[in-house]
């Protein structure tokens, strides 16, 4: 009996410790949000969701320590730790973290998505660029195929991301074939003379050259007086067409330079530089007093209405020059034009006249040319008159742009150069107020000496100075 007691004693510690042991020792709860398992993308940080430690209804959260070693710039999965310590005894529990890529790659194409290329043609390849988030450039690894006029680009990255992209290539030809003129499109030939074709070129962007194909229309009659027209025509092998003009002014011959053909004994007072208010209005004023014409060679600057006056009033409106700078006007033959057409449209613009009648800044046997062009009065000299212009230089200057400062001196140099054996073009400046004052008394010292006062037409005598550049 005895010995049946101590065993149930010691069944009853031993069921004890038992249960005490199992009380120490049995696992906390651990609950995770979000889960035991979380994703991230690559390059994204990790922040905790949260979790909560519990055993037998006490709540140990807060005396649990986290241990995490995570590389976000790394794919790969990680372990966080989570240690919580209870009667002594440490218990733990593991979170995953995987880093992921699931982000695909770029592929840039260099020039369009949408190539046109001829039809007898092959496409070249344009270029192109393929780069990752994680791999950075992955461009070797794109794969190319051609299909049906489209390009297939595709690339994938190191955990399998797959981009595709393409390029659709059509076999077009919608530019239009070039036609370039051998001279110039527009010419001037004499009546009587010989037109002579300078030639022409044809080439297109898929054809190159196509000049066998270009069909000419026109022809010039050197014969007779008037505007002639040649139209050059040219297809490419795709229908596109391109139709170009080339004009040639058949004109009658000018008659040369002179300094005593014409009328003996007439005065042409040609006024330079203006118009100016305060000076030109006066001028006029004197000029319609004694019923005089003159001739005025303008620029582009000083007001129209006084450009309007002077054509109204019965006077010659010629050209001079739109800005009298040397630099700019005497460059090349295209800048002299360039110049030179700017004060013909402010003229045509005011008076509803072309005017052909020219004089050259500085004249024509001006030397300052050299600084800037050499050789171009030699060329301008003719081209202008090849053009249909007509240019007067002087054969009297009253100097009133140099020396001549006074009323009386102007009037001086003019009589003393006067002469009834040729034809007298006076050069002046309808800007110098020396001029303005000496003007009446030059126009009435004329009258009483048996000379006449005529205004430049284009049928009067060119005046011309020896060239000197």
């Known amino acids: 009996m005895k010995k049946k007691y101590v065993i149930g004693i010691i069944a009853i510690v031993v069921m004890l410790i038992v249960g005490i042991l199992s009380f120490l020792f049995w696992p906390p709860e651990f609950k995770f949000s979000k889960g035991d398992t979380i994703k991230l993308k690559y390059g994204e940080k990790y922040k905790e969701p949260g979790y909560k430690i519990t055993k037998f209804g006490k709540d140990y959260t807060k005396k649990a320590k986290i241990k995490k070693n995570i590389n976000p710039k790394k794919l790969g999965t990680y372990k966080v730790t989570y240690e919580v310590k209870i009667n002594g005894i440490t218990f733990k529990k593991i979170r995953t973290v995987k880093i992921i890529d699931d982000e695909k790659p770029v592929i840039t194409l260099t020039g369009n998505k949408n190539t046109s290329i001829c039809p007898n043609g092959e496409y070249q390849e344009e270029g192109y660029k393929a780069t990752d988030n994680y791999d950075g450039d992955i461009t070797e690894k794109v794969k190319i195929t051609k299909k049906d006029g489209k390009i297939i680009y595709s690339v994938k990255d190191s955990s399998g991301n797959q981009t595709k992209i393409t390029r659709t290539i059509t076999k077009e030809d919608k530019t239009l074939p070039e036609i370039t003129l051998n001279g110039k499109k527009t010419n001037t030939i004499y009546l009587g003379n010989t037109w002579k074709e300078p030639g022409y070129k044809a080439t297109d962007n898929c054809d190159n050259d196509i000049t066998n194909n270009v069909v000419v229309e026109g022809s010039v009659n050197t014969n007779k007086i008037g505007k002639y027209k040649i139209t050059y025509t040219v297809k490419d092998s795709s229908g596109n067409q391109t139709i170009t003009e080339r004009t040639v002014n058949v004109i ?101 006249v072309e005017s052909k009648i020219i004089r050259f800044p500085g004249g024509s046997s001006n030397t300052i040319s050299k600084k800037y062009s050499k050789g171009i009065m030699t060329t301008l000299t003719k081209d202008v008159v090849n053009k249909g212009y007509r240019y007067y230089d002087w054969n009297i200057d009253s100097d009133d742009a140099g020396g001549a400062r006074t009323a009386s001196k102007v009037y ?58």
């Not at 006084?306 to 700078?325: C, M, N, P």
């Not at 054996?421 to 009435?444: C, E, G, W, Y």
């Open 412 to 469: 001086n140099n003019v009589i003393k150069g006067l002469s009834k054996n040729r034809n007298n073009v006076i050069l002046m400046h309808d800007i110098k107020t020396q001029t303005k004052d000496a003007l009446r008394n030059i126009i009435r010292y004329g009258k009483n000496n048996g000379y006449t006062f005529e205004k430049i037409t284009t049928n009067t005598p060119m005046v011309a100075h020896k060239v000197n550049n």
């Open 252 to 352: 009658k011959k000018p008659s040369p330079p002179s300094t005593s053909n014409g009328k003996k004994g007439v005065i042409y007072l040609t006024f330079d530089d203006g118009p100016n208010e305060g000076t030109t209005n006066v001028i006029l004023d004197i000029l319609k007093e004694e019923n005089v014409k003159a001739t005025f060679f303008v620029t582009n600057k000083g007001p129209d209405n006084l450009i309007k006056r002077e054509y109204d009033e019965g006077h010659t409106v010629a050209l001079h020059t739109a800005s009298h700078d040397y630099a700019s006007v005497y460059k090349s033959v295209n800048d002299y034009y360039n110049d030179l057409f700017q004060v013909q449209n402010r003229v045509k613009r005011i008076t509803g």
